[in-house]
Nanobody, 124 residues
Framework: QVQLVESGGGLVQAGGSLRLSCAAS????????MAWFRQAPGKERDIVAA???????YYADSVKGRFTISRNNAKNTVFLQMNILKPEDTAVYYC??????????????????WGQGTQVTVSS
């Protein structure tokens, strides 16, 4: 089992920045591909960014150039640095993990472990 706990969400004005953190416990963190998803009210949960064991990364087109995903295996933590935030970034952000030795995945069904979510609200 892997437990994931997100933090760092909040209310920010458009153009501002937030840094989300996801702390993992329970298994060997370095074996896991990690990802951030988000879900706005009335919408599906969509991929935001993903990072493999080897730190290969993926970004949704809507966040490329503004968001950065990273991981610190020594601290069992994955981060999402969000810059130049827009009102359309408003959503609950979820951390996800699964044990993939190669690459990353971008679908919700590809991840076994999920955090409880953290709210990000961007005001215009």
């Amino acid at each position: 089992q892997v437990q994931l706990v997100e933090s760092g969400g909040g209310l920010v004005q458009a153009g501002g920045s937030l840094r989300l953190s996801c702390a993992a416990s329970g298994r060997t963190f370095s074996n896991y591909a990690m990802a951030w998803f988000r879900q706005a009210p009335g919408k599906e949960r969509d991929i935001v960014a993903a990072i493999s064991r080897n730190r290969n990364t993926y970004y949704a087109d809507s966040v490329k150039g503004r968001f950065t995903i990273s991981r610190n295996n020594a601290k069992n933590t994955v981060f999402l640095q969000m810059n130049i935030l827009k009102p359309e970034d408003t959503a609950v952000y979820y951390c996800a993990a699964d044990e993939y030795f190669f690459g990353y995945r971008t679908r919700t069904e590809d991840y076994k472990y999920w955090g409880q979510g953290t709210q990000v609200t961007v005001s215009s």
